[in-house]
């Protein structure tokens, strides 16, 4: 039982040793392959040249104002499908915004190696489509309202601190009126 013991042991640390030399060659360690590559002979990220064209669409279509789910539904209805072979959905979206192994960044726990597996998103795109996912996520519902609230993410309550994010309200003539509201009192 003590051999057993010390032989898990010690093949735990030949295995992590073995995967950290593989990530100093920015070689594959295994898993889900992320949308656009595939694993050569020799264990290095290769582009995918089939799927690859669908990463650069959701990139470049994210980048020019479209949401995610239209985006989604614009790939499911053509038949299109993730690595997984299963359809887009939004949250498999935004980890493939997120990833930056599209500019070429390979990551394995702590090793990040710039220019370690081939690119296949310009950086400049990348930051774009990054400063607008984080306006996104402040201000979530922006998309639901059928107003425009230019303050939304600007404005901020005198008293806590919170966002004010745009409400209305039709009053009892039927006439709609549009304000602001902080975000703890709701």
């Known amino acids: 039982e003590g051999m057993a013991e010390y032989y898990s042991a010690e093949l735990a640390v030949k295995v992590r ?9 920015c070689r594959s360690n295994g ?21 690859a064209p669908i990463v650069q669409e959701i990139f470049s279509r994210y980048d020019n104002g479209e949401s995610m789910q239209v985006i989604a539904d614009s790939l499911n209805e053509r038949g299109l499908r993730n690595q997984l072979n299963r359809p887009f959905r939004i949250a498999a979206l935004g980890k493939t915004l997120r990833n930056r192994k599209y500019i070429g960044e390979y990551h394995y726990d702590d090793t990040v190696i710039p220019g370690g597996i081939p690119q296949i998103i310009d950086p400049v795109l990348f930051d774009r489509v990054q400063k607008r996912m984080d306006l996104n996520k ?4 922006r998309g639901k309202a059928a107003e425009e609230y230019l ?3 600007k404005l901020f309550c005198g008293h806590c601190g919170a966002l004010m994010a745009g409400e209305s309200g039709t009053s009892k003539t039927g006439a709609i009126h549009c304000y602001y509201k902080c975000g703890s009192s709701k």
């Open 151 to 153: 303050l939304t993410t």
């Open 31 to 51: 898993g889900t392959l992320a949308l656009g590559y595939r694993v050569g002979k020799d264990r290095t990220y290769e582009i995918d040249p089939d799927k």
């Open 138 to 141: 402040k201000a979530s519902a």
């Open 17 to 25: 040793r073995g995967q950290q030399e593989n990530a100093l060659k």
